[in-house]
């Protein structure tokens, strides 16, 4: 089970994303689910490290991530990563049973 969750400050900004695990619908490698979680996690680096130029801290690799933003966060990271993280929640409802993902918010 892949498990993908958000941490949102009080107005509703990304503070914290973390992925992990396997989505078992395949074997390793060839498991499009987990194909897809990564293509998202790595899309979303790639946008904030390359393009806007605004990495942000924390790790990625295979099978993890746990990224942290930066804060304040301008509505372009926001874009980007509200982007992303509206295709985990398709990614979710695709595949209920090979992922699961939640949000907090942070009083």
């Known amino acids: 089970m892949i498990e993908i969750q958000l941490w949102r400050d009080q107005g509703a900004r990304p503070?914290?994303?973390?992925v992990h695990g396997h989505a078992g619908q395949g074997r390793?490698?060839?498991?499009?689910?987990?194909?897809a979680a990564s293509a998202l996690t790595e899309t979303l680096r790639i946008g904030l490290t390359d393009v806007l130029h605004e990495a942000p801290?924390?790790?990625i690799g295979p099978g993890h991530a746990d990224i942290t933003f930066y804060q304040p966060m301008s509505d372009q990271v926001q874009a980007v990563v509200e982007t992303i993280v509206r295709g985990f929640q398709d990614l979710r409802d695709t595949a209920p049973k090979a992922v699961v993902y939640t949000e907090e918010r942070l009083h």
């Open 28 to 35: 390793y490698g060839e498991d499009i689910v987990c194909a």
């Open 15 to 18: 503070l914290r994303l973390l």
């Open 57 to 59: 801290t924390g790790a």
